[in-house]
């Protein structure tokens, strides 16, 4: 690990907690073990989440997860699913839960700055009559997450207000190089730019279940 000069590195909880000051009570308290039917409203509106999974190593890996609002299914109050879709078959996140099912869930809402957690313990499922729900332009998933829920709660908007994520005059997609730029440079240096540029244009999104 890089050594910094002048870096100060906190090691202990204790010194932890003394920097940052007590949780605050409302913040103690709202976590809870099951779903309410606002967390339910919450998810059939959601059309995206962050999965966050660690291996039995401890490497991590965070995977976003978006379909149409409402693609995590609400099996019952302690029990959700989520479908699997066509992606680069890396699969980093299911390998993490093959051996270590904790998972951690962040559902976003577009334009809302607060977001809803659930954390909990998941499993892979290769088939399940709830499968038939999870039919987006024909494509039945081939496999789903289901989750067990240890928590929930929803989360303060600081972080997306601080970064004016939603605010259309902060955006400028043209900051960076473009995907197939990228692509180019570090992951498929082989193929041409023209290449890389047909790929991930217009007709990559038809491709989104195919």
């Given at each position: 690990m890089a050594q910094v000069d002048g870096m100060v590195e906190i090691t202990s909880e204790s010194e932890l907690r003394e920097l940052v000051g007590p949780v605050q009570p409302n913040a103690?308290?709202?976590?809870?073990?099951?779903?309410?039917?606002?967390?339910?409203?919450?998810?059939?509106?959601?059309?995206?989440?962050?999965?966050?999974?660690?291996?039995?190593?401890?490497?991590?890996?965070?995977?976003?997860?978006?379909?149409p609002a409402g693609f995590t299914l609400v099996?019952?109050?302690?029990?959700?699913?989520?479908?699997?879709?066509?992606?680069?078959?890396?699969?980093?996140?299911?390998?993490?839960i093959l051996a270590n099912p904790h998972v951690g869930l962040l559902y976003i809402l577009?334009?809302?700055?607060?977001?809803?957690?659930?954390?909990?313990?998941?499993?892979?499922?290769?088939?399940?009559?709830?499968?038939?729900?999870?039919?987006?332009k024909g494509h039945r998933?081939?496999?789903?997450?289901?989750?067990?829920?240890?928590?929930v709660f929803h989360h303060c908007s600081k972080a997306f207000l601080r970064s004016a994520l939603w605010k259309p005059e902060t955006w400028d997609t043209e900051a960076v190089p473009s995907r197939a730029r990228i692509s180019k440079a570090l992951d498929r240096k082989d193929e041409s730019l023209e290449d890389l540029e047909r790929y991930y244009?217009?007709?990559?999104?038809?491709?989104?279940?195919g």
């Open positions: 103690a308290t709202k976590v809870r073990t099951y779903l309410h039917e606002l967390d339910k409203q919450w998810l059939a509106q959601s059309p995206f989440c962050l999965m966050a999974t660690a291996g039995a190593d401890g490497s991590c890996d965070v995977s976003p997860k978006g379909d099996l019952d109050d302690t029990t959700i699913a989520i479908p699997d879709r066509p992606g680069n078959r890396r699969v980093d996140g299911f390998h993490n577009p334009g809302r700055s607060d977001t809803l957690r659930i954390n909990g313990r998941a499993r892979l499922v290769r088939d399940a009559p709830f499968f038939d729900q999870m039919v987006v998933p081939q496999l789903a997450l289901v989750v067990e829920i240890d928590e244009g217009p007709q990559y999104a038809e491709r989104l279940y």
